[in-house]
């Protein structure tokens, strides 16, 4: 069963409106739950499908109205980065998903709640679940305000060169091997984490990156070495 204090912090995130405790147990039944309880009749990965198709839309169409200034090339990257497995989860843990979810006893042993790959699937069959319950609208209510939030890191974070690549190339262009991007920190809740990330070269410290994914700390540990190395980054 879902645990009644999970569930009262997740639908604290939900939409108003999402009250059907059949879809949304569905949206968070794993199969190793299925597999040990052999009365639940479905997992989530029927509503998985769909809500990744709903996800893809709502992003691209976000995207469209938000970035009238980008190129396709710039739209189709930062769009994959958004329904990307690791961005997800970081959705899935800000609305408190994980501790909710129901996964068979040795799934849950092995942290299966904080997984992941399992948070985007679950987050992809929770929007499934109120699309089809509440209709299309509801979910951008869900989905856009979380979009909003990482607004400032896809701009930064996704220009038209990606940052990591032009560093790797100025490092070997001074005869250099390729940077290397150590994690010296992480703080914060599981569904705000934050990550620090060093980029190095040649074993010594360049700069020091920050972000709500170790992608995006990366990212912009590298930005700031180009900065500090004096080469154009923009």
């Given at each position: 069963?879902i645990?009644?204090?999970?569930l009262?912090?997740?639908r604290e995130h ?9 879809m949304?147990t569905r949206?968070?039944t794993h199969?190793?739950y ?6 639940v009749l479905?997992?989530?990965?029927r509503?998985?499908f769909?809500?990744?198709?709903i996800?893809?839309?709502i ?9 009238p200034?980008k190129d396709?090339g710039?739209?189709?990257?930062v769009r994959?980065a958004?329904?990307h497995?690791q961005?997800?989860?970081s959705f899935?843990?800000?609305?408190e ?5 129901l996964?068979?006893?040795?799934e849950a042993?092995a942290?299966?709640r ?11 069959a929770l929007?499934a679940?109120?699309?089809?319950e509440n ?7 869900l989905i ?7 607004s400032e890191e ?5 220009s038209e060169?990606?940052?990591k690549?032009?560093?790797?190339e ?6 250099f091997?390729?940077p290397?991007?150590v994690?010296?920190?992480e703080?914060?809740p599981?569904h705000?984490k934050?990550?620090?990330v060093?980029a ?5 410290k360049i700069?020091q990156?920050?972000g709500?994914?170790k992608?995006?700390?990366?990212k912009?540990?590298a930005q ?7 080469v154009?980054?923009?």
């Open positions: 069963m645990e009644p204090d999970a009262v912090n997740l939900l939409p108003k409106n999402f009250d059907n405790i059949f949304l949206a968070l199969r190793s299925l597999n040990e309880n052999k009365e479905e997992d989530n990965e509503l998985e769909l809500g990744d198709s996800l893809g839309f992003v691209a169409e976000w995207l469209y109205n938000n970035f200034e396709e710039f739209l189709t990257k994959a958004l329904v497995t961005q997800l989860s899935a843990r800000k609305i998903l994980g501790p909710a979810l996964v068979g006893r040795g042993n942290g299966g904080d997984r992941d790959a399992i948070l985007c699937d679950s987050f992809e929007i679940a109120i699309y089809l209709g299309l609208q509801t979910v951008k209510d856009i305000p979380l979009l909003e939030s990482e896809i701009l930064r974070s996704h060169e990606d940052v690549s032009r560093f790797q100025w490092a070997q262009a001074q005869g091997p390729a290397n991007y994690l010296v920190d703080y914060g599981d705000d934050r990550f620090v060093v190095m070269i040649n074993n010594q700069a990156g920050r709500s994914s992608q995006l700390a990366e912009e540990a700031l070495s180009l900065k500090k190395l004096g154009d980054c923009q």
